[in-house]
């Protein structure tokens, strides 16, 4: 007489006392945070960027740069397990040479990349509002947006997981649609025939580029230790589980989204793919769609600039500074639209702290 049938997904992750149910469900919000976290504006630049480096080239580099980092995520899990503590600074500071040195640097570089990414959430948000409020000033729309926002912050993990599926849903609609206009025969319209030449393996400054987007969009080490801290049924193995799933699903999106983009778009496609997109409502839609998304990353990745003041138990001083960042984010993104560049340089500084 056979078995029941077990996913494994319970099976390695759930808790002694923990009935399945539960257990699937506290996992699968834990993926689809970790999935989420690295669904914000960065994936919107990877075809730009893949323009520049070649699709072989692009597809690898993803394949790689997932690797290593979540190879990376399981070293931080490991050791905050070890030494009992979940935040990234306050981990580095335990290292028996220069640990203040390592934890206060470690604290602001932390701020310093995520604040970035947190100023092109808000650029897309803002653009695609647009769509809806085009009378609106750009700052107007940039600050109303961070109210929406802002509620969200307050939020833990495992009630983020409702904005977290959003988000994905967000972009793998918006990736089913570029593979709609391409087999609709849809291309963006272009004056120059030789812009619309495709590489398909390449190397050169682009793929720089492409290296710098890529680690804007997967580098989430700074998120993890909190997610890790509120897992049910906490351990490494189990974490492994989910982030190999979660991962694995990123990779194949990451992909997809450049690929498709790149063969629809051009070589002359914009930093923002949302741009090049026809105008029409289920485009519209995608823009819209694009802005949930994002509204769906920032309150995860925030969380790990406000980690070391919420383990100080100091609750009020934690939402002061969520409130103080949204602000500074906001007046920072009224400044710029230039999606690109932040990602780029956000990354670029990703890669030198990682």
């Known amino acids: ?70 190879a990376t995520n399981m070293v931080l899990v490991y050791a905050a397990e070890k030494h009992h503590t979940f935040d990234l600074g306050a981990l580095l500071g335990c290292l028996p040479a220069q640990g203040k040195v390592a934890k206060a640097f470690c604290e602001m570089t932390i701020w310093l990349t995520v604040f970035m990414c947190l100023v092109g959430y808000l650029i897309v948000v803002a653009d695609s509002s647009e769509l809806l409020l085009p009378e609106l000033p750009r700052a107007f729309r940039v600050f109303m947006s961070a109210g929406v926002i802002l509620p969200l912050c307050f939020l833990d993990q495992k009630h983020l997981a409702f ?52 680690m804007q969009a997967a580098v989430v080490q700074m998120c993890i230790l909190p997610m890790y801290e509120e897992m049910v049924g906490r351990s490494p193995e189990r974490f492994a589980v989910c982030l190999t799933f979660s991962f694995s699903f990123v990779a194949l999106l990451f992909a997809t989204f450049s690929a498709v983009a790149y063969f629809v778009l051009g070589p002359t496609v914009s930093s923002n793919v949302l741009l090049d997109l026809p105008a029409g409502i289920f ?62 340089v956000s990354g670029a500084f990703q890669v030198f702290v990682s």
């Open 283 to 344: 485009d519209n839609l995608a823009r819209v769609a694009m802005a949930i998304a994002v509204i769906g990353v920032y309150p995860i990745l925030l969380s790990s600039m406000v980690a070391p003041i919420k383990h100080r138990n100091d609750e009020g001083s934690s939402r002061l500074a969520a409130l103080g960042i949204v602000a500074c984010s906001g007046a920072v993104a009224s400044l710029t639209s230039n999606l690109g560049q932040v990602n780029v």
């Open 1 to 70: 007489m056979g078995g029941a049938f077990t996913d494994p997904l319970v099976a390695q992750t759930a808790k002694p006392g923990l009935s399945p149910r539960t257990a699937l469900s506290e996992n699968l919000a834990l993926c689809l945070n970790l999935i989420t976290a690295t669904l914000g504006c960065g994936i919107l630049s990877l075809p730009w960027a893949t323009a520049g480096a070649s699709l072989i080239s692009a597809i690898l580099l993803t394949l790689v740069i997932l690797a290593v980092n979540g």
């Open 163 to 214: 904005s977290s599926t959003l988000s994905i849903a967000a972009n793998i609609y918006v990736c089913v649609l570029l593979a709609t206009l391409c087999f609709s025969g849809w291309r963006k319209p272009s004056e120059d025939e030789a812009e619309q030449d495709f590489c398909l393996l390449g190397y050169g400054e682009g793929t720089v580029t492409m290296v710098s987007a890529l």
